[in-house]
Every structure is written in C-alpha cells, then in structure tokens.
C-alpha cells in the first residue's frame, strides 16, 4: 500500500452519520473484539518495503475511533516531506493488530555511490530540484517564519476556539445536539492533528542542522543538544495560566484538594478554573482516548498548583555555550551563533504546538465520548461503567444517541480486554525487509537533510537489559512508577522515577513531577531526551522492555552517566 499524491477526505470531514474512511489494516486472525492468543496473531506487513512500529506514541492497539488516524498521519507526513521536495515518495502509517507502523516509500531503494550522487543532483530533475527547494528553505531560514506564524497567528486563534469547545457541557446537550458535538470535536481531533504532523519538518531541519555542524566541528550530538536546554517553555510546564494560580496560593496552607484551592480566595478560585479551562481536558499520559484528562486527576492538579519551581535549565547555559563556542573554528562562529539562535528558536515548537493541537483535542473527544457513556451505558441501565464509551466509534455513539440502536455493552469490554492483552513491547518491531540505513554521504542540501533523518536512528542496544542512552550528569535514586498511558499510572509523586513505552508532550505533566525518566524508546532527538534537558532529569531512554523488567514500585537507581538502570 503506497500513499498517492493524492489528498483522502480527514476522517470526521462527512456528513454526519456517514462512514468513516477505511484504515489501513493488516488483522491479525483471531475474531474482532476477542483477546487472542499472541500465538495466534499474524504479524503480515501491510504493504511493500519495511515497516517500523510507532511504539514511541502508541504503548498498546488503539482504539476503534483512533482507526482513522493513519490516513491523516499519512497525508501530513508527505505533504510535510513534499514541501521540502525530498525524494520520497510517501509516508505511510498502517495498523497491524491496531497497532501502528510506518514506512517510506521512495522509487529507489539502493543508495549510489556518492560521486554518483553528485552526479545525479545535476542531471536528474526531481533530485535537482529537490536541491533546490532546499536551498531556498534553507538559505531562506524558513522555520523562523514558520514558528513567527505559530505563536503570533495560529496559536492565539486556535487556544480560542478550543476555549469555546471546553465550554460546552456535553453533559447538558440534547441528545441531537450531543451527537453533532460528537462530530464536531472528532473532525477538530483530525484537522489539527494533521496540523501537528504537516509542521513537524522546519524545527526538525533547524535543530538537525544545527547538531550536524557542530559535529562536522568536533562536537558531538550530546554536547549540541545541551546548550538547547532552556528553549521549550511549554516542556517545563510553567505555563502562565499555572503561575498566575501559584501567585494566589503563596502564604496560604498548602492545600490538599481542588475544593481548598477554591476557598482559599476569589483569586485563586478564578485561577483555577481559568488554569483548568487551558489545559484540564489535555490528556496526560498518551494520544488516545482511552488516556485520563488532567482533570479526571485533581490529585496531579493539586501537586502541580503547590510545587516548587524546577530546576531553571538556564542555569549555566552562557558559561557552557562560551565553552562549546571555543571549540568552533573562528571563520565559522558567526554562523554558529546564528544556527544555534535558530535552533533555539524550533526547539520548543513540537511540545508547544503538540499539547494545544494533539493533547487538547483528543481530551475533548474523550470528554464527549464519556458523556455519551454515561447517558447510553450507565443512564441506559446497561452494565458496564462509562468508560467503555472510549472504546466505540464516532458513528456507534452517534447512532446510539439518534437511532435508538444501543450501545453492544459486551462488546465494547471486549474491544478493551484485547487492546489490553497486548502491549506494543511484544509486537515485532519491524515488519518486511530489512530497511536500508539512511544514506549519510549524500553531497548538498539533500545529504545534510538525510544526516538529520540519520539522527532519530541513534539509539542503545535493546539487547542489553537495563541499559541505553544516559541524559544527564548525575544518578538518581527513587521509586518506579510503570506509565503505559490510560491503564496505568497509579497514585503518581513527586520524586518519582517516571517507566514508560514513550513520553510525548501528553506526558509533560507527570515529567514535571518526576525525579527520573527511563523509557524504552528513543534517542537524543526524542521527546523524552528534551523534556531530560528541559527539566535537569536524570534519563535513561532506549532501555528494551524497561516496563516489563521493572516492578511498579520498585526503588531503582537511574544512571546517566553510564546509562544504566539498577533494581534494588
């Protein structure tokens, strides 16, 4: 299955009560809404070339509404690559047993000899003029223009709109007017979320081009990522909305409930609520929506209102920059300063753009499903608790609430029992063949662009247990807290030693709490590995199976320094 150039309607974009568009779907044999035997799945790639599972953003199958989102995650990805002009064909995202993987489709598999490549970037169109367009992006600085469009224009029109949503009670909607909303917040869920993906390629060119310099100066990748520390305010989680309720609280009893937040003054009743309505209905630990909303966890809003300031990731940053700075060769330390101003000035997009586009819209999805839930399932005198709304689609609710045709109560238990019988840490984590290594010796534009995408391949050896990349420069001794997102994550406290498949932007929350992170993905480009320099955390990231061989509630020593995780 290769993606075309041409653009599927977004999932939610139909008239309501029409179909949604097909998923790319390999199933595994067992029967639909089944827990099989993982003995009995078939792992067939869905397509032609290999395939890569997103594990880092998917700890589990997804749910049934979410079965849409590889076609919008596909069109994003290529449309974001074709921008740029790079040879690539298409980005494809499909579901095997739910779970995602990905692949590039491009019309070359072998990478030439690079003279051969210099040759052809003169002679062949689409290489020149990939070329091209690369220069003038870059030579342009077109991620600056990006960001400026983000902050000033996109953002401040969109944070409003979702106001506006939140400020609807699906609770209090008629059954008609529940079933559009449902709808509505599913095609806003879509849209922005191709949004979020469409954007990913600027940051991405301005910090890998940064890091890639200072490699071809005799700085390695870790040192480079460090002096962006300090550069995603949106990571550390000291949003203005939260401050100004910190503000209210200074002087007063700590309090221990939302309840006594609210009587400790008019002030900090209106910041709450006003803190809430920003950023309560984002999910915390993960993509789906099946994954809490912060405010289902007023025990974390509580924490999050009386916590201390983090450690500033500024501290030091002048002295180190000089330091690096010194090691660059003095005809090119001007153009150091400027790559590494507009590093800076990328860095934060992703986790900023993410949370507002991604981890809110899916939060008001969920919301109205659960509503929805609680009208069908439980005020329908169906067994069952609301929850299980999370696991129908967009047209089921729908139906239920206009048609009459009920909610299948055992079925939807069943859709969950087998999403859950299966984490991603035990699906293959390739499919087809082998994938050729990301060619690194191209000349030009193009070969600093296949560098960059070389980058997210840095990663430890999953074969060494408990070992991986380090992030950081000191250890950290706490106890474990296994976050799988929307299943797990417990009674989480300050100082904990944050385990999961991934973080993602969702996850900032609990991260501000941490003491420690250890995931089993990703590398120096991850989220986890900023959110570690972001917040001066100690890190461990690309630890095969770390939730598995790690006990919830263990006391466990984080090591950056040798990268090693220790179970006491």
Sequence with gaps: MTVTAENPPLPGESEPG??????????????????????????????????????????????????????????AFTDSLHELALPIDAAEMALVNDIPYAAFHSKGDQVPPRWVMHVLLRVVPPMRRAEKVLDRAITGRIWLDHARQWYDTDRPAIVADQRRL?????????????????????????????????????????????????????????????????????????????????????????????????????????????????????????????????????????????????????????????????????????????????????????????????GWAVGLTRRAMLAAGRRLIIGGGAEGDADLAAEATIPELVGALTGGTGLDVDELRRRRDRRRSLPSSRAPRTLGPPANPSPTNWPGRLGAVMRIFALYELGGDQDRPLEGIGIGDRPFTGRARIVRGGIDGGEFEPGDVLVAPMTSPSYNVLLSLAGAVVTEEGGLLSHAAMMARELALPAVLNVGRATELIADGATVTVDPTTGRVTVH
């Design 166 to 358: 939140t400020r609807v009670d699906p609770d209090a909607l008629a059954d008609a007017d529940l079933a559009d909303h449902l709808h509505l917040v599913e095609q806003r869920m879509f849209e922005h979320g191709y949004r979020h993906i469409a954007m990913g390629m600027p940051d991405l060119l301005a910090v890998g081009l940064f890091v890639i310099a200072c490699e071809d100066w005799g700085i390695p990748p870790a040192e480079s990522f460090g002096l962006l520390a300090g550069s995603s305010p949106a990571s550390t989680g000291r949003h203005p909305e939260l401050l100004r309720l910190r503000e209210t609280l200074a002087g007063a009893p700590p309090p221990g409930s939302l309840d006594e937040i609210r009587s400790v003054s008019d002030a900090a009743r209106t910041a709450l609520d006003d803190y809430l309505e920003v950023h309560g209905h984002r999910v915390v630990d993960g993509y789906d929506v099946d994954c809490a909303t912060l405010v289902e966890r007023p025990d974390l809003v509580v924490r999050l209102a009386t916590a201390p300031d983090p450690v500033d990731p500024l501290a030091g940053r002048d002295e180190a920059t000089a330091a690096v700075r010194a090691r660059v060769p003095a005809d090119r330390r001007a153009d150091f300063d400027r790559m590494l101003d507009d590093a800076r000035a990328s860095y934060g997009l992703r986790d900023d753009n993410n949370a507002i586009l991604v």
């Design 18 to 75: 029409g179909s949604e568009p097909e998923a790319s779907v390999s199933q595994a044999s067992a029967p639909e809404g089944s827990a099989p035997d993982e003995s009995d799945l078939v792992w067939e790639p869905p397509g032609p070339g290999s395939w890569e599972i997103l594990a880092d953003h998917y700890p589990r199958p997804v749910t049934a509404v979410m079965r849409g989102w590889p076609a919008t995650w596909s069109r």
